[in-house]
């Protein structure tokens, strides 16, 4: 018999899929969760049922707590699986969830809540006899204090939001006089992120490779490690490349990671699935960086080599059952690498581009995986994170696994928006990745972002279908005597985009766009900051404003040295883009 009859899935797209898919192995009935934005979207349509949550934003949606547990209500859920990112690290929503007599499929929230914080965190791996990166162990409270940390612990240093990941939080500081900027971002992106402004310090290591692993833990007691995952392969601190094994540990040191994170997952009572990440540096140091109290997005790579399903042991570990197998049974077979297929332009600074997707054809084959959230027509909402796809491959080691990728990412075709895909062809051709480096310079270098570029355009065409919204019609309707009014959700034309594109152009050309002097921002998202004002002398490069798309900060600097003339966004307002941020003018000669 199946643990449970029915799991809501908290979470949206490749995830939300994903976690679907095991489901229906388990032969337990799926629900979904959705916003406004994602009507359209694929795990809406994939799961046996879904809901309505709210609106487009995250925080009115997929994070609202309370209308997620009444969905879950409403569908007579017994469990809630939140996949990664938004509520999974909630130790708020874990109790919520228990509190409604739901299973939650996590860790307990005690033991989220203590590595949710990184200070604290490395507080207790200390104290178990983990080692960390040389830091501090309380938080920072001023720039003052960081510029004294750095003089002690040698520059670079990094700072970094307690409660932060993913690379939001961090900021690497090279040089005193780059303290207070850096102290006062990294403070404003945990309070923005995860709401709360602690930082603390810790030594920055010099080109390490970012090895983590995963473990597993039953409510038995027993603990497992399944090997490491190599993530070094990164941009603004965000992984772009997983694969397992990493080319620079050996069984000895596996053995030993193994260990260090088995030992850290018992010194907080650990459960579920989660992943110890550490640093290991050029001379085989190995330092505990933080735990994932969570599923990774690349866990992927790890079910290739394993040969297990990591969702389908969350899921009987929260129905109280055993781990399925001891450490002595785990057997790593073979190689494993991951992509991530991001709606992102490498060529801007890996901006998003979100958008419609016009053409869509996803390779196969032996040794291929991939894990979407799309279809041909499906849109990437620019309010939410840029990943269309994780692309994974097997081989019998790591240069057929690196080939396979190759040859996969020749097959795969997405069309309307600009994604990694040219890029990560480039990268693995590249003699740095061939060799099993770090790639330290390479992956956000022009010369790699130029011959992604090349090999985008080489990419092969699919038809293009009709454009994929959805507009609403009403109609009426009768069910035994009785009248309704439904409200239907159906494809437009594929004529309506034209014109939606052809009334922006319009509107745009009739307004500030072609001004000469205006900074414009190249993506929609949030200002999180202004740093000039009207009528400031400003300096080229000099910041004008920060803005948040898609779960990153970006840096909007002017081009020109002039005066600011005029300035049209504030902090917390929506922009699109090519919507004016300011005008810079400059001094007839």
Excluded at 47 to 73: C, F, H, M, W
Aim: hydrophobic share 40%; glycine share 10%.
């Amino acid at each position: 018999m199946p643990p449970f009859t029915k799991i809501l899935v908290a979470n949206r797209g490749e995830i939300a899929v994903r976690i679907c898919r095991t489901l229906r192995d388990l032969e337990i009935a799926s629900v979904a969760v959705y916003s406004e934005a994602d009507r359209g979207s694929l795990h809406a349509t994939f799961a046996d049922e879904a809901y309505l949550v709210g609106p487009g934003t995250p925080a009115e949606s997929y994070l609202n707590q309370a209308r997620i547990l009444d969905a879950a209500k409403r569908s007579e859920a017994e469990a809630i699986h939140p996949g990664y990112g938004f509520l999974a690290e909630n130790a708020d929503f874990a109790r919520a969830v228990e509190a409604a007599g739901l299973v939650w499929i996590g860790p307990p929230p005690e033991a989220m809540e203590l590595m949710g914080s990184k200070v604290a965190a490395r507080q207790t791996m200390s104290a178990a006899g983990v080692p960390i990166i040389p830091g501090t162990t309380e938080p920072v409270e001023s720039a003052d204090e960081v510029h004294r940390l750095g003089d002690e612990i040698g520059w670079p240093i990094a700072i970094k939001a307690s409660a932060g990941g993913g690379g939001k939080g961090l900021k690497v500081v090279t040089s005193p006089d780059e303290v207070e900027r850096a102290f006062e971002a990294a403070r404003r992106e945990g309070q923005a992120y995860f709401s709360d402004a602690a930082v603390y310090v810790e030594r920055y290591l010099d080109d390490p490779r970012h090895v983590e692993v995963q473990v597993l833990a039953d409510r038995q007691g027993s603990v497992i490690h399944l090997g490491e995952r190599d993530c070094t392969i990164q941009r603004r601190h965000q992984k772009l490349v997983e694969e397992t094994p990493s080319p620079a540990v050996d069984d000895e040191l596996r053995a030993r990671i193994g260990g260090i994170a088995v030992d850290a997952a018992r010194a907080v009572g650990y459960r579920s699935a989660g992943t110890i990440e550490g640093l290991l540096s050029s001379g085989g140091e190995y330092f505990f960086l933080e735990m994932n109290t969570r599923l990774q997005v690349e866990h992927t790579v790890t079910e290739l080599v394993t040969g297990l399903d990591l969702v389908r042991e969350q899921v009987l570990i929260a129905a109280g059952e055993p781990l399925s197998l001891s450490q002595d049974e785990v057997r790593l077979t073979g190689h494993a690498i991951e992509c991530r297929i991001n709606a992102e332009d490498p060529s801007t600074g890996f901006l998003p581009t979100p958008g419609r997707i016009t053409g869509y054809r996803e390779p196969s084959g032996p040794g291929v995986r991939v894990d979407s959230g799309v279809a041909q027509g499906s849109e990437v909402v620019g309010l939410y994170d840029p990943l269309i796809a994780k692309l994974c491959v097997h081989g019998v080691d790591r240069d057929h696994a690196r080939r396979r990728m190759l040859r996969a990412l020749d097959e795969y075709v997405i069309e309307g928006v600009t994604t990694l895909v040219g890029f990560h062809r480039a990268l693995l051709e590249h003699e740095c990745f061939v060799a099993g480096e770090t790639c330290r310079g390479v992956t956000e270098s022009d010369e790699l972002a130029k011959r992604a570029d090349q090999l985008s355009h080489q990419a092969t065409s699919v038809v293009a279908a009709s454009d994929g919204r959805l507009r609403e019609r009403s109609v009426q309707a009768e069910v035994e005597g009785r009248r309704f009014e439904i409200k239907l959700l159906e494809p437009e034309p594929p004529h309506a985009e034209l014109a939606r594109r052809r009334r922006e152009r319009d509107l745009q050309q009739g307004h500030h766009g072609a001004a000469r002097d205006a900074i414009v921002t190249p993506m929609q998202g949030t200002v999180l900051a202004v740093e000039v004002a009207e009528g400031d002398e400003v300096q080229a490069g000099q910041v004008v404003c920060v803005v948040e798309a898609m779960k990153m900060e970006n840096e909007i600097t002017t081009p020109r040295a002039g005066t600011v003339s005029s300035l049209s966004v504030e902090a917390g307002q929506s922009v699109s883009t090519g919507q004016v941020i300011c005008v810079v003018t400059q001094e007839a000669d």
